[in-house]
């Protein structure tokens, strides 16, 4: 038995739904399948979530919501139309919207995400009833009926333990199941979501709990690309790639897989396919526990934009015991989560996300390092980009790392930070964010382009 999930891009149009049906019936081991909301149909259109999130924004401030529920219920139609399904369907939505809308806003973060997960609890309801009229045996199923418990994190919700025996059952229900993507339950039965693109988590959570022989994810690309696709020109695809490694770029920005989703896939040792629904002969790439170590030491290279370091030193700080745990505490009651703390005799940076602070947060955290440390120098440096290169083949091969500087100094790109060790299978560079591209790019030259001779 194999869990299927579509991302957005897969089930965005009648067109797409069409693929999506002839794929899941020539494999009848295709037995559960986990929808997105439909996604983008072409680059500069917009995703069913934002547009959600768009009317649930609007709503909080007691604005006008037509227009914006309007263009919501324009996506189903027009796949509805396409598919000449009943227009019951369209009503049904509706109806489902209307009452979401209206619903209580006294917390709002919980009405958020009951607005964002209507987006593929919908498009779940209609893939089924597609599925139906095209005459196989599919059911749509209420994640709060098959106990897809989770906690009660607004927009970061997680699996609870108790999750996965609740859905084991379902591997005995018949028929084709439809089980929407990228939210659950609480314990008290109030809506949750996981965070953004978080339909890959469903599916590997339903892969564990089913225990399924595969999980195939289907999306738009060939492949695992050893690059993201939009910053080198078609590059070298990834055949088979271990848990480790995709965690680490996924993490690190291949946008293909949502991080957290390899976990629960992993943890119950099924391998887990990344196929195109655009070109479903076309092998894809393959995530397993091991692999052959064929590729060199590099397997892929994922950058991302927005960090921030903060830079403290302070003379004799190796002797100072209890100076990071303390500098962390700051950050920590500040409730925010750090990435890498590169390290020196007298100096240490914290490298952040700088989404998640203003200004003023900024001055605030500056302030009590100076005061409550005495540290000399405290500075933060903006914009920049993590990159990180990934291959389980690094630790068996000498000199990667002067390779990849090397790489970038060719190109006159300087590094900011380096940090390399704590992960057996990964090296972090940072680089100002004006310089990734020529960054990942001159890296991919490096490690990816055969030299002629
Ligand atoms: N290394 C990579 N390999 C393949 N795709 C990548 C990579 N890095 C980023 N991507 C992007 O991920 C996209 C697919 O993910 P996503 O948009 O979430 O798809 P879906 O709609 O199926 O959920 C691709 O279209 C591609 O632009
Ligand atoms: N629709 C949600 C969840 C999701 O997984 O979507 P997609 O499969 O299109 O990335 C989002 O946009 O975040």
Known sequence: MKVVKFGGSSLASGAQLKKVFNIVVSDPERKVVVVSAPGKRFAEDIKVTDLLIECAEKSLKNEKTDQALEAVIARYQDIAEELSLPGEIIQEIRLDLTERLNGDKSKPDRYMDRMKASGEDNHAKLVAAFFRKM??????????????????????????????????SLRWRSGILVFPGFFGYSKAGDVYTFSRSGSDITGSILANALKAELYENFTDVDAVYSVNPSIVEKPKEIKVITYREMRELSYAGFSVLHDEALVPAFRAGIPVQIKNTNNPSAQGTKIVAERNNTNGPVIGIASDKGFCSIYVSKYLMNREIGFGRKLLGILEDFGLSYEHTPSGIDDISVILRENQFDKEMEEQIIDRIKTELHADQVLIQHKLALIM????????????????????AKVNVNIEMINQGSSEVSMMFGVKEIDEKKAVQALYNEFFVPVMV
């Open 135 to 168: 005459g196989v045996e599919a059911h749509y199923i209420d994640p709060k009926e098959a106990g897809l418990i989770v906690s009660d994190e607004p927009g970061n919700a997680q699996a609870l333990p108790e999750a996965y025996e609740s859905l084991s």
């Open 389 to 408: 290169v990934v291959g389980e083949g690094m630790r068996h091969n000498i000199g990667t790392m002067a390779r990849a500087s090397k790489a970038l």
